[in-house]
């Protein structure tokens, strides 16, 4: 009953590094999200996925690129990490948009340097 | 823009005593809310909800309360007990939109 898995927990990168942050759930929820946490700026959304396939910006998607593999998977991408892209990312799978909860792994704790 | 604002970063409250987190929000289309737990190194976990066609939702210690005519929303934990020390989100949405929006948490400390 492992629900949303995240991998890797800690990272870090040097400036104009890449990497992929994976995630996958279990719960055959048909929407995924990835957020990014900062200090006294709550979680805001980078992007999401209603279905497998389909892709849409969020609130703040400048510098980062998602896939959604199938339906149990979303990944983010950072084709070249930034210092300002240092921060705490959390991903999240819902029964569908909006209105139902969304249920959250564990994060990723990246540092850019 | 800040559509969902806890304006609290911290709270301190007795062990056995109410414990009231406050949340505000400026976009009068959210029509679902939502509260989330967050301890350290985890991920949020799913507290409590309620629908803008309900003044109150009730769960065990837990108590939301939506007053849409102030756009203001609140929790209430009754007894407070120390393993709800964590950082509490508020977070609303919109029937049929996309995304999530939270604020940005308060601090709970029961102090035993």
């Known amino acids: 009953n492992a629900g949303v898995t995240q991998t890797p927990k800690f990272q870090v990168l040097k400036t104009g590094q890449s990497m992929t942050l994976q995630c996958a759930q279990d719960m055959n929820h048909n929407s995924m999200y990835w957020y990014r946490q900062d200090p006294g700026m709550g979680l805001r959304l980078i992007y999401y996925s209603a279905s497998e396939g389909t892709t849409d910006k969020g609130e703040v998607p400048n510098g980062y690129n998602v896939s959604r593999l199938n339906k149990r998977e979303f990944s983010l991408r950072l084709e070249s990490a930034a210092p300002s892209q240092t921060s705490v990312y959390f991903c999240?799978?819902?029964?569908?948009?909006?209105?139902?909860?969304?249920?959250f792994g564990a994060g990723t704790r990246l540092s850019v340097l | 823009d800040q559509q969902v604002k806890q304006n609290s970063p911290s709270l301190s409250v007795q062990e056995g005593r109410i414990s009231i987190l406050n949340c505000d929000y400026t976009?009068?289309?959210?029509?679902?809310f939502l509260w989330y737990k967050k301890y350290p190194a985890e991920g949020p976990t799913f507290l409590i909800s309620i629908s803008s066609i309900k003044d109150k939702n009730e769960d065990g210690r837990f108590t939301v309360f939506l007053n849409k005519s102030a756009k203001h929303l609140s929790l209430h934990i009754v007894p407070s007990q120390p393993g709800d020390s964590a950082v509490y989100f508020c977070a609303a949405s919109v029937e049929g939109n996309e995304k999530l929006t939270f604020g940005t948490g308060t601090r709970l400390t029961i102090i035993p």
């Open positions: 999240a799978s819902s029964e569908r948009l909006a209105g139902i909860i969304q249920y």
């Open positions: 976009n009068s289309m959210f029509d679902y």
